[in-house]
């Protein structure tokens, strides 16, 4: 691939990986989780499947690396784009808000790049130094699991693997679009449906907060150092679910509890872990719960049914605070 980012001129979406990975002067370290993806094909896919109908005017990436994807997603910050979406003043931010953000300069459009090596950050201000001082590129050095997400609309990255269900569960509940790599196997279970062998808790607390869809698989070639596993592209499309949860702490602690007895029946399932679900009752629960239901086992309950019998155990359980 030719670098046209050598021409003088700003250009984004057409960087190198493996150009950009010489000039950053470090390589990936599998040890810190490191495995940067360097297929140009798939990297230049990857913004293009965020929904259609995406506000793309404040982008978050997660593990910026040495900026392959950062690149691209500049080039998709930096074109003009559908102003229209959510506006960014109710956004729902994990933990405190992004006062880092807050003296910067006044831009319609950006992205965020949260990168845990200081070496890697200093490189992407460095390597896109224009797009910094243009208040285009905003890099916050820090981990991804401990740092305030800064107010975004949409995210693509390519999560390190080691914590991507932690991060991916900082992001869900923002309720915004994302295009996330994943494990391919972590994939699968987050797009499962109940009765499938891979379907569970993730796939339960998941879909609560999206539609889930793999929309791309990756082999394990595309990225250097190259991951024991393949991986697969996941997209996550907001949505509300179609049954209603008054308590959705209690709501993920519950499914928690009985996919840790996934091979009981509900029935013992309940009884065996209110100790995990905060259930002081859980005789109570068993004996307001239709036989049908107790003799199913957990991997059968699809989120709606998971719902119905939350709420039960809520009102007969005396659930108390874990």
Same mark, same amino acid.
């Given at each position: 691939m030719t670098d046209r980012s050598l021409?003088?001129e700003p250009v984004y979406g057409a ?156 992001? #869900?509940?923002?309720? *915004? !679009?994302?295009? &996330?790599?994943?494990? =391919?196997?972590? %994939?699968?279970?987050?797009? +499962? ?54 308590d959705e702490a209690f709501f993920l ?39 049908? #239901?107790?003799?199913? *086992? !957990?991997?059968? &309950?699809?989120?709606? =049914?998971?719902? %119905?019998?939350?709420?039960? +155990? ?9």
């Open positions: 021409d003088g960087r190198d990986p493996d150009a950009l990975a010489r000039r950053a002067g470090t390589r990936a370290d599998p040890d810190h989780d490191q495995h940067f993806l360097v297929d140009d094909r798939v990297l230049d896919r990857l913004p293009t499947y965020l929904p259609d109908d995406a506000d793309t005017s404040h982008v978050l990436e997660i593990g910026g690396g040495a900026g392959a994807l950062t690149d691209r997603l500049l080039a998709l910050v930096d074109a003009p784009g559908d102003m229209d979406g959510a506006a960014t003043d109710d956004i729902t931010t994990d933990g405190p808000s992004a006062d880092h953000l807050a003296d910067g300069p006044s831009v319609d459009r950006r992205l965020s790049v949260i990168e845990r090596d200081p070496a890697f950050a200093a490189f992407l201000r460095e390597e896109f130094a224009d797009a910094v001082a243009a208040g285009t590129l905003d890099v916050i050095a820090g981990d991804a699991l401990e740092v305030p997400f800064p107010p975004f609309t949409a995210c693509v990255a390519n999560l390190p693997y080691g914590v991507s269900s932690e991060i991916a569960f900082r992001l #869900l509940p923002t309720k *915004r !679009p994302l295009v &996330l790599t994943f494990q =391919a196997e972590f %994939a699968d279970r987050m797009v +499962a449906s109940a009765g499938e062998s891979e379907y569970g808790r993730l796939s339960v607390s998941a879909q609560h907060y999206a539609a889930v869809e793999i929309v791309e698989r990756i082999p394990k070639e595309a990225f250097d150092p190259q991951p024991a596993v393949e991986s697969a592209v996941v997209r996550c499309t907001p949505r509300d679910p179609e049954y209603v949860v008054d602690r519950f499914v928690k509890a009985l996919f840790t007895q996934r091979r009981k029946t509900v029935r013992n399932a309940i009884r065996n872990t209110g100790h995990i679900s905060g259930l002081d009752d859980p005789e109570a629960v068993v004996a307001a719960t239709d036989e049908e #239901l107790l003799r199913q *086992r !957990p991997g059968k &309950l699809d989120p709606s =049914a998971f719902a %119905a019998l939350a709420a039960l +155990a809520r009102e007969h359980g005396s659930p108390t605070e874990v």
